[in-house]
């Protein structure tokens, strides 16, 4: 466990395990370390990587300094990037592939990219992005998130075998942040995706519905040098023990060793 100190003053908690190349998780909309289905992977790949886990600013143990910019999320991982002291792999989860994309554009010490289902929807109507975002920042708490996850569709009876779970009360917890997400999404067009030249493994869930699916495609057709690969799975999400061994034989490509 630990703390890093982004440019702007913001800290940004996070945790270490395992050995080898550094690789830091950066998790969805509404996730933290505390709530997040990222553990079981980090655990998988600490064999092969030294995986930092933290906090999005606004979340967790975390804190945060407004005004808010995507560029800031840039400069969490650059801390972070720093406290690791060497080029860095980035794994990103649905949007928090928005951030792991602008980190690779404005040329951070990444070696490589792989992100699951990034919802980079660039042949979208820019401004129904901007609507949905401002409803969101006039929403606050259960409200926002049932907005939210309605309009990213997620499938009603997952969003009714959410509610009144510790899960639920721990994503109203960070409600405000959804804003932050949506502004990310604003912000990852076209032409940011062509100023990603880093290695990138594009992935998707074959349990997905079409939209997911055809993002992951579309995106992974944008970016200069991708792969794109389907991996059996549930609606928006796959298995740690699927994901975790593609992930390492892609990760560790080019390193020496």
């Known amino acids: 466990m630990g703390t890093v100190t982004s440019r702007d003053g ?26 997040s289905s990222l553990g079981e992977l980090a655990d998988l790949l600490a064999a ?29 991982i650059a801390a972070l990037i720093a406290e690791a002291g060497a080029t860095t792999s980035l794994y990103g989860y649905s949007s928090g592939c928005f951030v792991a994309l602008h980190a690779a554009a404005d040329g951070l010490d990444v070696h490589r990219l792989a992100l699951l289902e990034p ?57 405000h942040t959804l804003v932050y997400d949506s502004r990310l999404g604003e912000a990852t067009g076209a032409e940011l995706l062509a100023r990603v030249t880093t290695p990138t493994l ?28 389907s991996l059996a799975g549930e609606w928006h999400g796959v298995p740690a023990a699927t994901l975790a061994p593609v992930l390492a034989e892609f990760l560790r490509r080019d390193r020496a060793g």
């Not at 940004?12 to 909309?29: C, E, H, N």
């Open 119 to 175: 919802p980079t929807d660039t042949d979208g109507d820019p401004a129904e992005q901007q609507a949905f975002t401002a409803e969101l920042s006039r929403l606050t708490g259960a409200d926002a998130v049932t907005f939210f996850l309605t309009g990213i569709g997620v499938p009603e009876e997952m969003l009714a075998g959410m509610r009144g779970t510790p899960h639920w009360d721990a994503m109203v917890s960070v409600a």
């Open 48 to 76: 092969d990587f030294t995986v930092y886990r933290y906090d999005r600013r606004g979340r967790g143990d975390s804190t945060d300094t407004p005004p808010y910019t995507p560029e800031r999320e840039v400069e969490d």
């Open 202 to 229: 594009i992935l998707d869930s074959a349990g997905s519905t079409g939209d997911l699916t055809g993002m992951a495609a579309a995106t992974a057709a944008r970016l200069p040098v991708a792969e794109h690969r």
């Open 10 to 35: 913001t800290r940004i908690a996070y945790q270490r395990d395992g050995s080898g190349p550094p690789l830091i998780l950066i998790d969805a909309a509404l996730h933290f370390r505390a709530n």
